[in-house]
């Protein structure tokens, strides 16, 4: 039996801090590979993601045992008072290689912040309305993921780096103190506590949740290529951060528009299935155009790079639902592991790119993330559909 016990006040301020790290986050994840592509003078900078996401991943297999130590609400307290630590540091440093190896820790506090908020969430939430509540989470946070690469852009051009980590530090002191403030009474330390091998174990039993995580690890690898690479890429083609900028705010509208209605649509009348079979193949399609443009206007790009934020934003909510309907708030310990298929696709993604980079030319990078989302769609033949509402009315 779930034990989840829904509490809408509780997930309206989980969705509102997402809203706040998704404006944060936003102003480093598509800015931080030429802030290492600076530092080492090279386009190829897969060996930092390699090396920052083995460190969340070691973090993600032992987050459960801490989090049966202090509890949840203190885990996030804890994560999000490290990044705080980290970022005022960066707003000090000069890009040097020490710069380097605290932007590296920062991303590993990050990934626990994540997962964190995630295991908080899922206590309060219901699996009936998986689909509705991971909707509306991911749709807020991706409205402040929208709104900030624009800004970014001109925070990088007038302030350089320490305007970036300026902003990140105060981001981070906010949401601290919401969380504070929001979760002083909610510190439940969940009663089972497995070790990472029986973690495994469990997961592997579980033939739809390893399913899943394939098509999150595939999802998450689509995320560490393009996120990487498109930046460098489009700047390689003479685009300006100014035209990135806008570029990159077209691209995410999708997960603004469309990843509450979809959330709905799969508990009430198809499931998740069906929905994610279409969003891979949009992706697949979407992604193997990239190649071949070249550097054509700003909208061509904006049009394309829109296309395959549909497809993962179709993707991200309905693996969400999807997982979250197969657990309940006491799975610290799978919900840790599930979020480690983000650092599994960085470390390997990271290590294929490099190695593709050598001989070939970084629109390579396309190509292969057309494989891996080949393989998800495979995977995704084979998951159990859940059931809807409309489905359930019927028996």
């Excluded at 560490?224 to 930046?231: E, G, R, S, W």
């Excluded at 993707?315 to 657990?327: G, P, S």
């Excluded at 298929?341 to 629109?363: D, E, K, T, Y």
Aim: aromatic share 14%; glycine share 6%; net charge neutral.
């Amino acid at each position: 039996m779930h034990k989840e016990k829904l509490n809408y006040k509780k997930v309206h301020l989980i969705s509102i801090i997402s809203f706040l790290l998704g404006f944060v986050d936003a102003f480093w994840i598509y800015t931080l590979s030429t802030y290492f592509s600076e530092i080492s003078g090279t386009d190829n900078v897969s060996i930092f993601y390699f090396t920052a996401f083995t460190g969340v991943l070691i973090s993600l297999f032992y987050l459960q045992s801490l989090i049966r130590r202090i509890g949840r609400a203190r885990m996030l307290y804890f994560s999000l008072g490290l990044t705080i630590l980290l970022s005022v540091l960066l707003t000090r440093l000069p890009a040097t290689w020490l710069s380097v190896l605290v932007v590296l820790l920062f991303i590993v506090a990050n990934g626990t912040v994540w997962v964190s908020l995630d295991v908080l969430l899922e206590g309060f939430s219901s699996d009936g309305m998986a689909g509705r509540i991971r909707g509306l989470y991911l749709t807020i946070m991706n409205t402040g993921i929208l709104v900030a690469p624009f800004l970014a852009s001109k925070v990088l051009n007038h302030f350089r780096f320490e305007g970036i980590f300026f902003v990140i530090s105060v981001g981070y002191m906010i949401v601290f103190l919401i969380s504070l403030l929001g979760f002083r009474n909610d510190n439940v330390i969940p009663r089972e506590s497995l070790k990472p091998w029986q973690t495994i174990r469990k997961m592997m039993r579980e033939k739809n949740l390893l399913y899943i995580y394939c098509i999150s690890f595939a999802m998450e690898f689509f995320y560490a290529l393009m996120i990487v690479y498109t930046p460098i890429y489009l700047l390689n083609l003479g685009f300006s951060w100014d035209q990135i900028g806008i570029i990159f705010t077209i691209m995410l509208i999708p997960f603004v528009l469309l990843e509450y209605p979809l959330g709905i649509i799969a508990d009430r009348h198809l499931g998740e299935k069906e929905l994610l079979i279409v969003s891979i193949m949009i992706v697949i399609f979407s992604t193997s155009l990239l190649p071949f443009i070249g550097p054509h206007s700003l909208w061509i790009w904006a049009s394309i790079l829109f296309m395959t934020r549909v497809g993962i934003a179709g993707i991200e909510v309905l693996r969400d639902a999807y997982f979250y309907k197969q657990i309940d708030g006491d799975d610290s310990d799978v919900i840790a592991f599930f979020r480690t298929s983000r650092p599994v696709a960085n470390i390997i993604g990271a290590g294929i790119s490099a190695m593709a980079l050598l001989f070939w030319p970084l629109q390579s990078v396309f190509f292969i993330i057309v494989v891996v989302m080949i393989f998800a769609l495979v995977i995704a033949l084979f998951l159990e559909d859940t059931e809807s509402e409309r489905e359930a009315s019927r028996r």
